[in-house]
Structure formats: structure tokens, C-alpha cells
């Protein structure tokens, strides 16, 4: 049986007894119910929060206009973009589109002391963590509400993979929350979606859906998945801009490891308050693509060079980059953001091997080592 709970927050925090100043701060709840002792899932500060029921019945705000970073545009931007904007690129930006990298290969074997991430595609991805097969914001579609077919095929075939054990959903634009590829799965496959959106789960008839606010987390069995802050917005009508949440995950073995899915994001603060909280990320995914014309885009997309900087930011040892070469969302020529992430990263002085720019159905294994 779930438990209804009444919903109250602040910017940055979620409580449902306290609130407070400081979007990183624990509650008044965190602080009397998380552990003493410091677990793999929690570093000895700040204390992470404890874990919420799966499949909780919540209320919450109707919109969440207040966790925006930067105003959505306004009427003089949408001139300006029905001025001079462009969504697509122009005819020598789309001719390296057969030089897309599209190597789709079998998922790697794995136990629970390894993690291995496959790009199925855009921020689809095929994560091995804990024991436990987790998507990411499956899109396995050909297509998309409002653009063309995607550029490349999905990386991974829907038959091969294994059960699906999570999936996790960073927000509900169409080409990250894809009903036609939802359908595919058991309705008893566990949901982890932002807070106001599990309605739209529920009214699909999947059992065991479960929103959080950003700082807020629950687990399955070997794998702790948090919910973090955002640059970014959601909207899927007409009439319900920001009325659910965005933002990206952490997911924790019990062993310690940890993979960090970003979403869809623009740059700010937000990648060093995660890194604080979250300390030792093994690997981050990273949106790279749909960043021109910048001036309309910065706030809500990462560049490439600005998501090597939030890697810095977050503390991770590795990036591997997403939602580029898939579906053509923007104007920047299809291969740019590619070759842009590989000078960011060389600049930056980083080493190369920690650079995953896998091919779309690429794979990556790492292997657990306690030194």
C-alpha cells in the first residue's frame, strides 16, 4: 500500500516538515534519519537524504516555475528567433551526416562489480550498475514529435537487451520521455521521474512509479539512484510548461560506484553543488549537442566545452557524451560538437582514455578496483 504525503518546497530542497535558505542544505527530516555511519551511498558530509518508498503517492506544487535558472523566452526572443533563427543546419553542416559514428556491437557481460554503459542514442542509455540494467530516458523510436527521423539508427536492439530492471526519466520533452518505446515494458518495471510527472506513468498503467524532488532518493537492491538539480524546463502541452520537474541522477552501487546522468542541462552552478554532495563520480554522461544559435539555446544546453567544464565542476574521472548525432534538434553541423568535445577535453589537459566518445551502440566497461 503507498503512502500519500503533503508536498511543500523551497528552491533547490525538498521537505516535508522543514525549510531552508540553502538549496544544498539537509532538512530537518534528512538530519534525524539519515545514518550515523558513513555507507557507500553516503559520504560523511552533507548526509545524503534517506531513501524515499518506492512507488509513494505525493502531492506536489502545480508548477515549479521557481526552480528555473533563467527565464523562459519571452515575446521579443520569439521575434528575434522567427527573425534570423535557424533549427536545422544548412546543406554543408548536414553532409557529414553518413560520417556519424554508428557502431552497434553486442552489451557487454557484467556483474556487480562492474559498471558498463551502452549508447543506444540522443540520452538513451543501456547502464549496468550494482547488478541491475537501468535505461535512461529510452527513446527507441525513429521518430519524434516536432523533428525529422532520427540520423542514425537506435544503437541497441529493443530483443537484446536484458530485463530491464529501472529506468529513469530526466524530464518529459518528447525526445527524452517517448511514450511508443515506454509501451515496450512491463507495467511493473520500476519508474524513477521527477516530481509531477508520475501521473502521466500512472495514467499508463505502470504500478510502481516513483517522483522525487531534486536531493531526494530511493533504491532497489545493490543501487541507490538520487535525483539532482537542473539547467532546464519541461513542457509537453500547451498548458502545462513547468507543471513537473527536471533534472538529472546519480546512481550509486553498493560498492560505491558511481554514474552521473545529466539530462538535458544547461551550465551553472548546479555541477558543483552535485559534485560536493556526490563525491568520487566514476563517470559522467554528458549532453554535448543542440547548442546553436547560442543565444537561444545557453541557458537550457550545454556546448562541448561547457560540459567538459561541468565535468571538471562535478569532479568526475570520466565523460562520455550524449544527445548529439542522433535527432537534429539545432543548427550546428552535425559532426561539430564532436570535434569541439575532443579540443575541449585536450585543452582542459585531461587524459584522453577518459574521454567515452563512444559510437551510438558503443560500449564501455569499467572495472571496480577498492585502491
Given at each position: 500500500?503507498?503512502?500519500?504525503?503533503q508536498?511543500t518546497?523551497?528552491s533547490g530542497?525538498?521537505?516535508t516538515t522543514?525549510?531552508?535558505a540553502?538549496?544544498?542544505a539537509?532538512?530537518?527530516r534528512d538530519a534525524?534519519?539519515?545514518?550515523?555511519t558513513?555507507?557507500?551511498?553516503?559520504p560523511?558530509?552533507p548526509?545524503?537524504?534517506?531513501?524515499?518508498p518506492?512507488?509513494e503517492?505525493?502531492?506536489?506544487p502545480?508548477?515549479?516555475?521557481?526552480?528555473?535558472?533563467?527565464?523562459?523566452?519571452?515575446l521579443?526572443?520569439m521575434?528575434r528567433f522567427?527573425?534570423e533563427?535557424?533549427?536545422?543546419?544548412?546543406?554543408?553542416g548536414?553532409?557529414?551526416i553518413?560520417r556519424?559514428?554508428?557502431?552497434?556491437?553486442p552489451?557487454?557481460?557484467v556483474?556487480?562489480d562492474?559498471v558498463?554503459?551502452?549508447?543506444?542514442?540522443?540520452?538513451s542509455?543501456?547502464?549496468?550498475?550494482?547488478?541491475l540494467?537501468?535505461l535512461?530516458?529510452?527513446v527507441?523510436?525513429?521518430?519524434i514529435?516536432?523533428?525529422?527521423?532520427?540520423?542514425t539508427?537506435?544503437?541497441?536492439?529493443w530483443e537484446?537487451?536484458?530485463?530491464?530492471?529501472?529506468?529513469?526519466?530526466?524530464?518529459?520533452?518528447?525526445?527524452?520521455?517517448?511514450?511508443?518505446t515506454?509501451?515496450r515494458?512491463p507495467r511493473d518495471t520500476?519508474v524513477?521521474a521527477?516530481?509531477?510527472?508520475g501521473?502521466?506513468?500512472r495514467?499508463?498503467?505502470f504500478?510502481?512509479?516513483?517522483?522525487?524532488?531534486?536531493?531526494?532518493?530511493a533504491?532497489?537492491?545493490g543501487?541507490?539512484?538520487?535525483?539532482?538539480?537542473?539547467?532546464?524546463?519541461?513542457?509537453?502541452?500547451l498548458?502545462?510548461t513547468?507543471?513537473?520537474?527536471?533534472g538529472g541522477?546519480?546512481?550509486?552501487a553498493?560498492?560505491?560506484?558511481?554514474?552521473?546522468?545529466a539530462?538535458?542541462?544547461?551550465?551553472?552552478?548546479?555541477?558543483?553543488r552535485i559534485?560536493?554532495?556526490?563525491p568520487?563520480?566514476?563517470?559522467?554522461?554528458m549532453?554535448?549537442?543542440a547548442?546553436?544559435?547560442?543565444?537561444?539555446?545557453?541557458?537550457?544546453h550545454?556546448?562541448?566545452?561547457?560540459?567538459?567544464?561541468?565535468?571538471?565542476d562535478?569532479g568526475?574521472?570520466?565523460?562520455?557524451?550524449?544527445h548529439?548525432?542522433?535527432f537534429i534538434?539545432?543548427?550546428e553541423?552535425v559532426?561539430?560538437?564532436l570535434?569541439?568535445?575532443?579540443?575541449?577535453?585536450?585543452?582542459?589537459?585531461?587524459d584522453r582514455e577518459?574521454?567515452?566518445?563512444?559510437?551510438?551502440?558503443?560500449?564501455?566497461?569499467?572495472?571496480?578496483?577498492?585502491?
Amino acid at each position: 500500500m503507498t503512502q500519500q504525503t503533503q508536498q511543500t518546497h523551497e528552491s533547490g530542497s525538498a521537505t516535508t516538515t522543514a525549510t531552508t535558505a540553502d538549496p544544498t542544505a539537509t532538512t530537518a527530516r534528512d538530519a534525524t534519519t539519515t545514518p550515523t555511519t558513513p555507507t557507500p551511498y553516503t559520504p560523511p558530509f552533507p548526509p545524503l537524504a534517506e531513501p524515499r518508498p518506492l512507488g509513494e503517492l505525493r502531492v506536489w506544487p502545480r508548477t515549479f516555475h521557481d526552480r528555473l535558472t533563467a527565464p523562459l523566452p519571452g515575446l521579443k526572443a520569439m521575434a528575434r528567433f522567427a527573425r534570423e533563427g535557424s533549427v536545422r543546419p544548412g546543406r554543408e553542416g548536414l553532409a557529414d551526416i553518413l560520417r556519424l559514428p554508428y557502431e552497434p556491437g553486442p552489451l557487454p557481460r557484467v556483474d556487480t562489480d562492474t559498471v558498463a554503459v551502452t549508447w543506444a542514442g540522443h540520452a538513451s542509455w543501456v547502464v549496468r550498475i550494482g547488478g541491475l540494467t537501468v535505461l535512461t530516458d529510452p527513446v527507441w523510436s525513429r521518430r519524434i514529435i516536432g523533428t525529422p527521423a532520427r540520423v542514425t539508427p537506435v544503437g541497441v536492439d529493443w530483443e537484446t537487451l536484458p530485463r530491464v530492471d529501472a529506468v529513469v526519466i530526466s524530464h518529459n520533452h518528447y525526445d527524452h520521455l517517448d511514450a511508443p518505446t515506454l509501451r515496450r515494458l512491463p507495467r511493473d518495471t520500476p519508474v524513477f521521474a521527477p516530481a509531477g510527472l508520475g501521473r502521466w506513468f500512472r495514467r499508463r498503467r505502470f504500478t510502481t512509479v516513483t517522483e522525487l524532488d531534486w536531493w531526494e532518493a530511493a533504491e532497489l537492491p545493490g543501487v541507490r539512484f538520487d535525483f539532482v538539480p537542473a539547467h532546464h524546463w519541461s513542457k509537453r502541452t500547451l498548458t502545462d510548461t513547468c507543471h513537473s520537474l527536471w533534472g538529472g541522477w546519480v546512481l550509486t552501487a553498493a560498492d560505491g560506484q558511481r554514474v552521473y546522468f545529466a539530462g538535458d542541462t544547461g551550465y551553472g552552478h548546479w555541477f558543483s553543488r552535485i559534485g560536493g554532495r556526490y563525491p568520487g563520480i566514476d563517470l559522467a554522461l554528458m549532453p554535448i549537442g543542440a547548442y546553436d544559435p547560442r543565444w537561444w539555446l545557453s541557458d537550457v544546453h550545454l556546448d562541448p566545452e561547457e560540459a567538459v567544464r561541468a565535468t571538471e565542476d562535478l569532479g568526475a574521472r570520466r565523460m562520455a557524451p550524449m544527445h548529439w548525432g542522433t535527432f537534429i534538434l539545432s543548427a550546428e553541423p552535425v559532426l561539430e560538437p564532436l570535434r569541439r568535445v575532443r579540443a575541449a577535453w585536450k585543452k582542459a589537459g585531461l587524459d584522453r582514455e577518459n574521454l567515452w566518445d563512444l559510437p551510438v551502440g558503443g560500449s564501455k566497461v569499467l572495472e571496480f578496483s577498492a585502491s
